[in-house]
Nanobody
């Protein structure tokens, strides 16, 4: 499974951005998809995850109520709507997919920079 992100950029605090992730390849075997982020000097952390059918989502406490993850299985895309952005949301955001039947594999996108100015 190959993942390509888009939609990062620079925004002022309180603003919004929408990230998108396009999946290709063995997309029929995707079990779950999610967004992770990594700020300078920090470990990569989970932001949000959604199951293959979109029936279950989970968010980091720091983004609950502000970010919304969604998935369009027919189009093989996933999005992250980010509202009320804060400077501490500044990071490189990565799209992730867990896929495979039996043996699980992980795929990552190249990352997209999100910068929130105060």
């Amino acid at each position: 499974v190959r993942l390509v992100e888009s939609g990062g950029g620079l925004v002022q605090a309180g603003g919004s951005l929408r990230l998108s992730c396009a999946a290709s390849g063995s997309t029929f075997s995707i079990n779950a998809m999610g967004w992770y982020r990594q700020a300078p000097g920090k470990q990569r952390e989970l932001v949000a995850v959604i199951t293959s059918g979109g029936g279950s989502t989970n968010y980091a406490d720091s983004v609950k109520g502000r970010f919304t993850i969604s998935r369009d299985s027919a189009k093989n895309t996933m999005s992250l709507q980010m509202n009320s952005l804060k400077p501490e949301d500044t990071a490189v955001y990565y799209c992730h997919a867990n896929w495979g039947d039996g043996t699980a594999f992980d795929s990552w996108g190249q990352g997209t920079q999100v910068t929130v100015s105060s």
